[in-house]
């Protein structure tokens, strides 16, 4: 019997491998194309929620622009006052009309793509608008929300906590609103409404019966770049409420 060469035994292998495998893909041929058929479904489905998800996206992110838009134009047009004669210059009709598509787009924004990255910016500007139309409780509500689940930047986490500090003044919560005032101006230092927030503080905790707390907040009004007039009117209400001593208290 003749030797098989070194060729012939690597191809001899080579056959017996594909024999082998001919014979396990027959005896499992159905387990196997059911695997098959699986991960392309698998890889289907992951292309089709990707589509979807961007789709999505997409169509939020277009809602939110036109949204915006509206209330950019608001500011810019029915609460400007060129003549600086203190009255808006577009009618009040019509801003509250344009901030009511406003919202009615930003809602939808929440309703309809609540797992967009537009759904934070809409649930702050829900929050601003409502604010802005005067429903307090509503704005509280937004505001609460976006702190509560969302975060954007240090800015916007201040600044809705400024608003959510507005709605319980205006709901007369002056307790509440005063310590949340005090808390974001020693949270945020580089914040660009913190002396605002520490003249609010000082009057609101004067007005809640939280002494200390408003010479606290006074006092850091007093150390900050405000002006005099602010600081003077200040030092004024709390004279009036009994917080401060105008004959003991020392102006240095």
Excluded: W
């Excluded at 005099?228 to 003991?248: G, H, K, M, W």
């Amino acid at each position: 019997m003749a030797r098989l060469t070194k060729r012939q035994m690597k191809e001899d292998k080579f056959v017996t491998g594909l024999l082998k495998s001919q014979e396990f893909f027959n005896q499992y041929r159905s387990q196997i194309l059911l695997g098959i058929a699986g991960f392309v479904i698998v890889v289907i489905v992951a292309v089709l929620l990707i589509t979807n998800s961007r789709s999505a996206e997409q169509a939020a992110q277009n809602q939110f622009g036109e949204a915006s838009m509206a209330v950019r134009e608001f500011f810019n047009t029915f609460e400007a006052d060129r003549n600086q004669d203190g009255i808006p210059d577009g009618s009040l009709d019509s801003a509250l009309t344009i901030l009511t598509n406003a919202q009615a787009e930003f809602e939808d924004i929440l309703e309809n793509h609540g797992g967009s990255d537009m759904a934070k910016f809409a649930t702050f500007y829900l929050g601003s608008i409502a604010f802005k139309l005067g429903d307090f409780a509503e704005a509280e509500n937004y505001y609460q929300r976006f702190l509560d689940k969302y975060y954007i930047s240090e800015g916007f986490t201040a600044a809705a906590k400024m608003g959510l500090a507005g709605c319980k003044e205006s709901l007369r919560d002056f307790e509440g609103a005063g310590l949340l005032y005090l808390e974001i101006a020693q949270e945020y230092p580089d914040f660009p409404q913190r002396m605002e927030a520490l003249r609010k503080a000082t009057i609101n905790l004067a007005r809640g019966g939280l002494d200390e707390e408003a010479k606290l907040a006074f006092s850091l009004l007093e150390d900050s770049e405000a002006s005099r007039s602010i600081i003077s009117d200040a030092r004024e209400f709390l004279y009036e409420q009994n917080v401060l001593n105008p004959y003991t208290y020392n102006l240095d």
